[in-house]
């Protein structure tokens, strides 16, 4: 069966498997595949990604966003959730969400032996910066006026 607008089967979508993030934390991250669900079917305010966590890495480094909701719900596997003061196991039909400007710093981390998939969604808002709160990741996250991410070091130094 074939499926027309505004339906779509996700794996006919373009797999990334790439990540903005400067060394020695794109490492951290990769391999992972992410396929952008809203994208070809001409959504702009909300994005939503469908992830997969390979074993032994991270969603992303310990943060949180200035301008954008983020939510992330477990379809299959197992990942731990991170955040500043704890951790937590996320399952098949768990969730977690993260409102704007919630100083709580979070990430994902895969610790089993097998590829865990989610979906992210949040909203794409313009002005969006992240701060990491990890005191060993000395980055900060800012988007450009085109959308594209910018990362310099905490002092706003580049990197």
Partial sequence: MSLTPPAKDPSTLEVRNSS????PYRSRVLPREKRALGDPLGL????????????GTESSMRHWHTEEDELVY???GEVV???????????????????AGKQLGHHLVNRSDRPAR????????????????DP???LAYRKRPDGTAEFTRKDGTPI
């Avoid at 702009?44 to 074993?55: D, H, Q, S």
Wanted: negative net charge; aromatic residues 8%.
């Fill in 20 to 23: 903005g993030y400067p060394e």
């Fill in 44 to 55: 702009t305010r909300i994005g939503v990604n469908l992830t997969t966590l390979m074993p």
């Fill in 74 to 76: 477990l379809l299959e």
């Fill in 81 to 99: 959730l991170v955040i500043d003061d704890g951790e937590q196991v996320l399952t098949p039909g768990t969730y977690a969400a993260f409102p």
């Fill in 118 to 133: 989610y979906l992210e969604i949040s909203n794409r808002h313009p002005d969006d910066g992240a701060t990491y709160t």
């Fill in 136 to 138: 060993a990741v000395d």
